[in-house]
């Protein structure tokens, strides 16, 4: 089946910039997703890109997709502390189904 | 604007009871609608989905069944809960090629 990965934890100081990377096995992706989950609440869309885009930028998110090497990544300027939570990382295959990443669970230091 | 609600929010119950959650959208028609499961730590695992009225896909065999009796409603039912059944429980819907959307999650401690 297919396959998305994330490192499971990353820590960073107030005001850095964050940058969470996620990579994928399936070749027709069509769409990459990033979510937040906030401790016991649902995943909120973040931003989502398509697979025939390189980049997105929205606020201070930034995404970068690499599609020959199949790395997405979420780039965060200005990490707050309201910004600590789980994000996960999704695409959408070939026949509309959803594979979630594990999640990166990101520390912000005050 | 679309909206999905879930509840209830937490869940408290004892090993060999009946399980209900339900799960509605408004503001959209013919939703696919999913539940997945998120276990202690992180993963999402997807248990249900539907395309529409009555049409329910398993994705993991289990203890669990899911229903669809309206357009936007989903339930997710147990006839007699078992401890390993606890978890964090998420409604989610799409339509079209439109991202998934979630709820706000039920938690369920099965004692």
């Known amino acids: 089946g297919e396959d998305v990965e994330q490192s499971l934890f990353l820590s960073v100081r107030e005001g850095d910039s964050s940058v969470i990377n996620c990579t994928y096995t399936?070749?027709?992706?069509?769409?990459l997703y990033w979510y937040k989950q906030e401790p016991g609440a649902g995943l909120q869309l973040l931003t989502y890109?398509?697979?025939?885009?390189d980049m997105k930028q929205d606020q201070r998110l930034t995404v970068l997709l690499n599609k020959k090497d199949k790395h997405l990544s979420l780039r965060i300027a200005d990490t707050q502390t309201g910004d600590s939570a789980i994000y996960f990382c999704a695409e959408k295959g070939g026949y509309q189904k959803v594979t979630f990443g594990t999640g990166t669970k990101l520390q912000v230091i005050p | 604007s679309q909206t999905i609600h879930q509840w209830p929010a937490t869940l408290v119950q004892p090993v060999g009871s009946p399980l209900s959650l339900e799960c509605t959208v408004e503001g959209t028609s013919n939703p696919n609608l999913y539940w997945y499961r998120q276990a202690a730590g992180r993963g999402l695992q997807l248990l249900f989905y539907s395309v529409g009225i009555g049409q329910i896909s398993s994705e993991v065999p289990q203890n669990l069944s899911a229903s669809r009796p309206q357009d936007r409603q989903f339930i997710l039912s147990s006839k007699k809960l078992l401890l390993s059944d606890s978890g964090f429980y998420l409604c989610a819907w799409e339509e079209g090629n439109s991202p998934l959307h979630f709820g706000n999650g039920t938690r369920l401690t099965v004692t």
């Open positions: 890109i398509f697979s025939n885009m």
């Open positions: 399936d070749s027709s992706s069509t769409y």
